[in-house]
């Protein structure tokens, strides 16, 4: 099953359009599920989630605690993707001061 594990530094006043950009995994291989799950070390932050053209999250402030989310129980975000879909994970901090913050994303591909 892949995973993509990412932490994030983003920076006051800073946008991460796709956390997940880069990795092998970015873009699904064949039709899947997909479980995510995403982490804030601080209050007032904001996260999307998006498979393709489907929005699974709008902006939607994250969890926050100072690790990874925990396999399965906070793993909140759960979808099927299809070949081709990009997975994104836009990660936004209005504040005034960098916040860590973490995505992970189970692929079970079909």
Same mark, same amino acid.
């Given at each position: ?27 699904? *291989?064949?039709?899947?599920?997909v479980?995510?799950g ?31 989310? *925990? ?15 990009r997975?994104?994970? *836009?990660l *936004? ?16 591909e079909?």
């Open positions: 099953m892949p995973i993509i594990q990412k932490e994030i530094s983003v920076a006051a006043g800073a946008t991460v359009e796709n956390a997940l950009s880069g990795s092998a995994f970015e873009f699904l *291989r064949r039709p899947s599920v479980s995510m995403i982490t804030a070390a601080a209050t007032g932050t904001f996260a999307t989630i998006q498979s393709g053209p489907d929005v699974v999250l709008e902006e939607s402030p994250p969890m926050v605690q100072t690790s990874f989310p *925990r396999i399965p129980d906070e793993m909140a975000y759960n979808f099927a993707g299809v070949s081709g879909d997975l994104v994970a *836009r *936004r901090n209005p504040t005034g001061g960098a916040v860590v913050m973490r995505v992970l994303a189970q692929i079970a079909r």
